[in-house]
């Protein structure tokens, strides 16, 4: 199997179309083409075409020039084949949003008490205001009030409709912005393609069928295509097939390339022969779409025409398709989601989730008693002690009053739900997705942003993350001699130095160039590998040129490439000679290359005898010291195989690869970048570990992790190789142990020389591993093919965007733009500060919810009638949940976010200081209010608003108590801005200006509702004095909220926290150790309560048993066959134990076993009780 090579016509078929825009083949001749697989498929082209030149006539390109590239072509192809598009899910709709958003059970229950209340206010009854209906019909006597019963209703509808718009906004900005992310990644992938004899790179969604591309290494191939060269090519095709292991692709045997595979191994060229919605990912998707029901009619259309219907919508490339197929396979109903929105639920959704559940649960009580409490009292007040009869013509008047006796319950409801937390997460990630777009952060999974802010470890690559990736050979053995700065070109032997320019000309990527500066005065710009880029620039120190080399000596004339993989770690090329010889050039990582040397030449170009005792001598003088100054060591080297020895097995790599002779090893630096040290300084700082995973020697490694930071001196910290880390890690069948794994982790910094198997086995180590408490949280970097797996493991998967192959891109969460690890650490600053903004928002939510709820309640149950009315409430609820989401979440970070450890997975959302901060500012506003309510109209000398009958006018007495119950609010939010119990709460705050228009927005607008509200917002228009005096009240929150400040925490044992998982856990640092107690308390009670449990269930069946035995008077057979089941479910009782606990608890099932049912407790639940 030499290289796979079709013979290539002479000059370029482009020229010989002269049918004008007739390709030699349909659309469908090539779908039918590419649905065949291997043998059958290298038949069909040799039967029908007669090979792969005979498709590259047919569909008139040249499988060397590639296309013209002219656009009158380029059109006739799109139209004849079609665009490399696969349209996206059509967009909601603003109103298929608004719809969504009615379908809240809190705005339906409103809906319906509005219309009751709208409907009961139209209909006045004959006879209705008569005396015999008492004290209802009393106040009614203004003709002009009774007629503007409806405006409360209709003002109920004008909130409702007023929070679903905003909510629908909100919502349609959102997907708005992720398909502007969306395409955005998308334009971003360029392929590879031969054009005009020229290889350019285009947007994948200009690919046409005809085109010329080159695949290489880390690809995910944009559409179909017939391989025409392959250089040991291996395909992984497990999106497409599901089957896991890679296929190798040649002309001979499986020349099929397919959409949406990609690349592990080798290079070549392949002809594109179905693009779009006819490439195999395309056809996949048609059928996906199939099961959608808004798109059953577009399918059919798309599939009758066969491809002609592309251009139904806005369209999107194949990256995102590609990701969304997995996805789909794993879910098949949501078709087509948008790749950004990940459907899983993060730690905080988790979190949120769970708390707005136990609040909804708390208000819907609260709501229900209001009502019954209301109804009741109005019943019994009415006919029992007044003595009323129930008159048919009262009975409008009546239900009038349970009606309104609803609206009020239900609006309890609306205050005690808070609604806002939804919007409030959406904004506030929206807002710093967008926001990190900025720090060369692109975002792909919105809760990876979250998620962030929790890490624990950071697992990052040197090259590239830590270093500038731009290498240069700095130092150099050659001929004998060790040359600390590059050598005169006059100082090496001819022969040597034409030996060493050939082999690292030709053994490297063609598409491995350097190009001259972009901007006069600056560097060279390095395209393609980055130490293959470092070779090339030795030979232009070297005064050589490698262009006429290459141009001698084309792609096309290369016997066979050993491409570099993981395994490999070095690339050889094999030439023919013409005397029927062959001669390959090898170049890899030092050590490795050097194992295989025999011959090394000499000051003099000749090949010498290198023993294994000189590679010893070698590695000493110059290999180490090169790696301690953190040089990445680099061995070139060539064999020949004379013609005489026949032509060796190329398959049979351990001997083609041996034997070889030296030429020259150099070192290559990629300088540390200036800005890493800080970084990493920073993390460490915020409790982050930083590991650094590494391809390079370890005496590099250490260098360089010492220079970042990553090594302290005189710390006890673990360097090892990725030989050395699997036999510490895996016991004697090669299996990995997570206690061996646990000894390793916690001390390691270093890892090199480490495969990307390493990478995954160590990142699924720390996140299994419960050594730690908390659960690590675990971010990784990658950017190479075989990093996907460790990325996907990871709970933050970082691919460079630069250096990164499409693979590492697909597998990961966030793509930094810039490949800099500085740019992580604003990701981790973000993420906290998103954290930080949703606590925010709930502090100041919960306040208004518990104070709202209460107000609305008692008063309701002294007054009958709740002191904020239902329209009061909503505008409430607008200010508490939309506007101060939208101000307290877009609260900018600060680097003193850095500054404290990370929370963890089970910090609770509500810490004890924010409870504190609940709980104190609830206290004042609800003493103000109530006040107010019941001494208000002595106070400021007005009329009392208590007990005034139905559709009477709004007394001045209940708007202050409005009026006060906002402008608390309004300082409130301000005190909300700081949940750590720091006291200067104005600290930035004219860094967020969204921050403060929404306070001075809300101010102007409650001014307008209180002197210009009227009617519908039960308001009357307050003096100056009175202006004056509310705004006084609620200067007093940030009064007070300096006095809660002031308490210490700790000595409020009372509080609880709420919103967490399982385990508790402190957030102040002095406090930590006393949470880790918590944790073990909390888990030992919980698991001994399941074991008790289980003990119990188990006794009580061996107890019916028993007395069914005895009632039966049967055998003990029966009774052993009706025991089974118990058996069973014991079984499941165990595996449910284990499940939840450790090792040590799986005891119990033998232990309370049937006979032993009056025996001693089980081994687990005593080992719990003496852990306690």
């Known amino acids: 199997m030499a290289n796979n090579t079709a013979d290539h016509p002479p000059g370029n078929s482009v020229a010989e179309g002269n049918h004008d825009g007739d390709f030699g083949m349909a659309v469908t001749d090539l779908r039918d083409l590419m649905e065949l697989r291997s043998a059958e498929a290298v038949t069909k082209i040799q039967d029908t075409y007669g ?64 219309i009751i209340s709208l409907g009961l206010s139209f209909y006045h009854p004959p006879g209705g205001d008569s005396e015999a209906c008492g004290q209802v019909a009393g106040g009614v006597e203004d003709e002009g009030e009774s007629q503007a019963g409806w405006i409360e209703g209709a003002a ?123 490439s195999q990912t395309g056809i996949i998707f048609t059928l996906l779409g199939a099961s959608e029901h808004d798109e059953e009619k577009k399918v059919k259309k798309t599939k009758t025409q066969d491809g002609i219907a592309l251009e139904i919508q806005p369209l999107k490339s194949e990256e995102a398709a590609e990701s969304e197929e997995k996805e789909e396979k794993e879910e098949v109903k949501p078709v087509k989601k948008v790749n950004v929105t990940k459907k899983e639920k993060s730690v905080l959704q988790g979190k949120l989730t769970k708390l707005a559940v136990q609040i909804g649960k708390a208000g819907l009580i609260m709501s229900a008693l209001t009502v019954i409490i209301l109804i009741l009292f109005f019943v019994i007040d009415t006919f029992a002690i007044q003595g009323r009869s129930w008159v048919a013509e009262c009975t409008p008047i009546y239900i009038q009053y349970f009606v309104k006796f609803f609206i009020i319950g239900v609006t309890v409801l609306v205050v005690a739900v808070p609604e806002g937390l939804p919007l409030a997460v959406t904004i506030s990630l929206a807002y710093s997705v967008k926001k990190m777009m900025k720090d060369n952060n692109l975002v792909r999974h919105l ?57 690292i000309s030709i053994n490297s990527a063609y598409t491995t160039k350097i190009l001259p500066p972009e901007k006069e005065g600056g560097l060279p710009r390095h395209v393609g590998n980055k130490t293959e880029c470092a070779l090339l620039g030795l030979v232009l120190e070297l005064k050589g040129d490698y262009q006429p080399i290459r141009e001698e000596i084309p792609e096309e004339k290369l016997y066979k490439v050993y491409t570099f993989n993981s395994s490999r770690k070095s690339m050889s090329t094999v030439l023919k000679n013409a005397d029927g010889g062959f001669r390959m050039y090898s170049k890899g990582a030092s050590e490795i290359v ?109 260098a360089i992790a010492t220079k970042c930071g990553i090594l302290l001196p005189g710390e006890d910290f673990l360097c090892m190789e990725g030989k050395e880390f699997n036999q510490q890690i895996r016991n004697d069948q090669g ?93 981790v600053m973000w993420g906290r500060n998103v954290y930080d903004s949703i606590s925010k928002f709930l502090q100041f939510q919960l306040t208004v919810n518990v104070v709202a709820v209460i107000v609305a309640f008692t008063g309701a149950c002294i007054t009958q009638d709740s002191p904020l009315k239902a329209v009061q409430m909503l505008w409430v609820n607008l200010i508490m949940d939309t506007l101060a989401s939208l101000a307290l979440a877009t609260e900018p970070p600060t680097e003193s976010l850095l500054l404290r450890k990370p929370y963890g997975r089970n910090k609770p959302l509500i810490s004890r200081t924010m409870m504190k901060n609940i709980l104190g500012h609830a206290v004042y506003q609800l003493v103000i209010i109530f006040t107010l309510l019941f001494a208000g109209e002595t106070i400021f000398d007005i009329d009392s608003g208590r007990n005034t009958p139905l559709h009477s006018p709004p007394t001045e007495h209940y708007t202050i108590v409005f009026n006060v ?73 940030l009064l007070w909220g300096q006095l809660i400040s002031a308490i210490p925490t700790h ?112 081994p687990a639940a005593s080992s719990s009780t003496a852990g306690n």
Request: net charge negative.
């Open 51 to 114: 090979d792969v030149q005979g498709i590259c006539r047919r569909l008139k390109t040249s499988p060397i020039e590639g296309l013209s590239g002219n656009p009158v072509d380029l059109e006739k192809r799109h139209t004849s084949f079609g665009k490399n598009f696969i349209p996206p899910k059509k967009a909601k709709s603003f109103l298929s949003l608004v719809w969504e958003a009615l379908q809240d059970v809190t705005l339906i229950i409103l809906e319906i008490a509005a």
């Open 156 to 278: 109920i509808l004008f909130s409702v409709i007023i929070v679903v718009l905003v909510t629908a906004f909100n919502d349609w900005s959102k997907e708005k912005q992720f398909r502007g992310l969306q395409s955005r990644i998308e334009q971003e992938q360029k392929f590879t393609v031969i054009r005009k004899g020229q290889v350019i790179q285009i947007p994948v969604a200009e690919l046409v069928v005809g085109d010329i591309a080159q695949i290489k290494y880390g690809d995910l191939l944009p559409a179909d295509g017939i391989l025409i060269q392959g250089n040991d090519l291996k395909i992984d095709e497990s999106s497409l097939t599901g089957e896991s292991d890679q296929v190798r692709k040649s002309l001979a045997k499986d020349p099929m390339l397919l959409s949406g595979t990609h690349v592990m191994e080798g290079s070549g060229r392949m002809v594109v022969s179905a693009v779009g919605l006819n």
């Open 447 to 503: 809760d990876a942003c979250e998620t962030m802010g929790n890490a624990t470890a950071i697992c990052s690559d040197k090259t590239g993350t830590l270093t500038m990736n731009r290498m240069t050979v700095v130092q150099a053995y050659i001929g004998d001699t060790h040359y600390r700065t590059v050598p005169e070109p006059d100082a090496i032997k001819p022969e040597t130095l034409e030996t060493l320019v050939n082999s």
């Open 594 to 702: 050097l194992r295989k040397c025999s011959r090394i030449l000499d000051t003099q170009g000749q090949p010498r005898i290198f023993k294994p005792k000189d590679r010893d001598e070698m590695v000493r003088k110059v290999i180490e010291p090169m790696a301690c100054d953190g040089l990445r060591t680099i061995c070139v080297a060539f064999r020949d195989f004379p013609a005489e020895g026949g032509e060796p097995n190329w398959e049979i790599e351990n001997d083609i690869l041996n034997e070889l002779t030296c030429i020259a090893v150099v070192g290559i630096e990629d300088p540390v970048r200036h800005e890493v040290p800080e970084a990493i300084a920073k993390c460490q700082r915020a409790g982050i570990t930083v590991r650094m995973v590494t391809g390079d020697n370890i005496n590099t490694a250490r």
């Open 735 to 827: 299996e990995v142990e997570q206690e061996r794994l646990d000894k390793v982790w916690p001390k390691l910094r270093v890892l090199a020389r480490s495969s990307p198997t390493d990478k995954h086995t160590l990142v699924k180590g720390i996140i299994d591993s419960t050594v730690l408490q908390p659960r690590q949280v675990v971010a990784v970097t990658g950017d190479g093919t075989n990093d996907g797996p460790a990325l996907k493991k990871a709970d933050v998967g970082f691919a460079m965007g630069i250096a990164g192959t499409d693979v590492a891109k697909e597998a990961s969460d966030i793509i930094l733009t810039d490949d800099n690890f500085t740019s992580i650490v604003k990701a």
């Open 965 to 1037: 119950f906002v402008m608390m609010q309004l300082f409130n939010e301000i005190n909300a801005r700081k949940i750590h119990g720091e006291r200067n709460v104005f600290e930035g705050i004219y860094r967020n200006p969204i921050f403060c228009s929404v306070v001075l927005g809300t101010f102007v607008l409650q001014i307008v509702i209180v002197q210009f509200g009227g009617k519908p917002f039960s308001c009357t228009a307050l003096t100056i004095d009175q202006w004056l005096w509310c705004v006084f009240i609620g200067v007093g929150e």
């Open 1051 to 1162: 000595h409020l044992k009372f509080l609880k926290e709420a919103g967490h998982g399982t385990t508790k856990e402190e957030m102040h640092e002095e406090e930590l150790t006393e949470g880790a107690d918590e944790i073990d308390h909390a888990e030992m009670e919980l698991r001994r309560g399941q074991i008790l449990w289980f003990r119990g269930l188990n006794r009580i069946q061996t107890q019916m048993d028993v007395v069914y035995t005895f009632q039966t008077g049967q055998a003990a057979v029966p009774g052993a066959l009706r025991r089974q089941p118990s058996v069973v479910s014991q079984h499941n009782d165990a595996t449910a134990a284990k499940t939840l606990s450790s090792p040590t608890h799986v005891g119990l099932s033998s232990s309370s076993s049937l006979t032993n049912s009056a025996g001693a407790p089980p």
